[in-house]
């Protein structure tokens, strides 16, 4: 496996004419665990054996406001490349903070439309980072496809708009959430949680698993369905629930009943000094998330 932090390195990569082809890139902040990993199971399976998976490990300081956790961020790089290297990553990008950013930056990529709401609301900061983080590793690494997790579904949804509204040439693909075996959706984050904040976690997946149950029973009436998980959340006395929004699949606005398209359930809940993300997604015929 190849690792390269630096850029001019990283260009004469991207520059040589007999790289194998397809390359799909995994963008990742480090600190991973079996969701990250299978992203790149699923890049190496689109890959091909002719192809080239790639992976990209940067926390990008511009997706983190001043208050949030930038600086306590686990970082763990040793350990991150061997976990690549044993799931069959060919290169690893994984530049220092100095060399991605020019002090004097000032340039940066602003979606406006799906990003507004949701995590958009509680981070104003947080998708034009992602989205001009996610750009530049674009433009560097050139990836004929890209993975990432709906388990941050927005984010892929409005790195799906930068592509299309910015004609980026990468096909985005979507990779399922990985989950514990109590159902807590895995992220790095979850390092975070004290012990007795970590068992209560799990009722996240458990009050988007009962909202599929009702839904599945008939349920269409989006407050309701809503009521019933920031309920379920509340009953456990370490969370602090930040949003539960219950919103179009596709289009990310509200909506008060389930039509043709389904349901997004998404929410953001603190527990203590860590807030934790999840979603069910539910469309007909077809269920996913929790
Ligand atoms: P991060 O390192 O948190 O920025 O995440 C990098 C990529 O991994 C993103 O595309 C995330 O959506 C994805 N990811 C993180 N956690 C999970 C998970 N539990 N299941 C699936 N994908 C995930």
Known sequence: MRVISDLDECRAWVGDRSAPRP????????????????????????????????????????????????????????????????????????????AMYAPDASVAVV??????????????????????????LFNLTQPD???F???????????????????????????????ETDGLAMSSRNAYLSDDERAQASVLSRALGEARELIQQGQVDVLTLLGQVEQRIASQPLSRIDYVAGVHPDTLESIDAIGEDGLLIALAVWFGKTRLIDNLCWRRNLAGGA
């Open 111 to 136: 979606e406006s439309g799906i990003g507004a709401g949701l995590e958009g609301a509680s981070r104003p900061q947080f998708f034009t980072g992602v989205c001009t983080i996610v750009a530049k």
């Open 23 to 98: 390359r799909v890139l995994v963008p990742t902040m480090g600190a991973l665990h079996e969701g990250h990993l299978s992203l790149v199971d699923l890049a190496r399976e689109r890959a091909g054996d002719d192809g080239e998976v790639a992976a990209t490990i940067f926390v990008n300081p511009a997706q983190f406001a001043p208050h949030e956790d930038f600086d306590r961020y686990p970082r763990q790089l040793e350990t991150d490349l061997a976990m690549l290297e044993g799931r069959g990553c060919d290169v690893v990008f994984a530049p220092e903070r100095p």
């Open 149 to 179: 997790g709906e388990k941050d579904y927005q984010q892929l949804a409005v790195i799906r708009r930068m592509v299309r509204d910015l004609d980026f040439p990468v096909e985005i693909i979507g990779a399922p959430i990985v989950r």
């Open 145 to 147: 496809a890209a993975v």
